[in-house]
């Protein structure tokens, strides 16, 4: 049996393992991928590889180890943002009653921009408007609008049309308009006033009748108060 020695990547250095040092080394280059993208001005030029290992102190080598080039790069660091923002709003909305959730999800997304302002530039500033960022926007935006029809309809326990499509769009790319106003101090709200009338906005439009399905929601609404819902509340 032939035994293969371990490249000098794979070997343990210092008592880390080769993958868990790749591992790091991207983390680093992601978090300076936010620095760099998160904290530039109107006018900026765009994220280089050069700009984003000196932020990480990294050499080019180790940026391409685990990136093709800088629009792969870019494409990362926004969706390692959003991953983060999903899974805390996800986890916000879930510790709470249905009649709460909206105002959960807003809390959490305007505290989390409001706490680093690097986020909210990112994922809602006007001045950012880097071609990747733009088209990974898009792509979040119609994501986002899929699952919040999704859940609009297990809540109010109607099947998806596309009234609600309509509707799952408006709200998602309402609450990004109003969050890039906001961020550019055109609306002048503090974090808590919006967090409020971004809910009460939502919250308006958990109107079934507004999905064109007046007649369903009625006789849902009449089922579960009738003799046989009230015998299984219990």
Known sequence: MVLMSETASERPYRG???????AERRGRLLAAGLDVLGTGTQGTPALTVRAACRQAGLTPRYFYESFSDKDEFVSAVFDWVVAGVAATTQAAVAAVPAREQARAAMANIVQTIAA???IGRLLF???LADAVIVRKRAESTALFAVLTGQQAGDTLRIPANDRMKAGAHFVVGGVGQTLSAWLAADVRLEPDQLVDQLAALIDK???????GLKETAAGARAASSGPAAKGASW
Not at 16 to 22: E, F, G, P, S, T
């Open 125 to 127: 500033s006007t001045q």
């Open 116 to 118: 680093d302002a690097r």
């Open 205 to 211: 439009l958990a109107n079934p009748n507004l999905f």
């Open 16 to 22: 880390v393992k080769a993958a868990k040092r790749v």
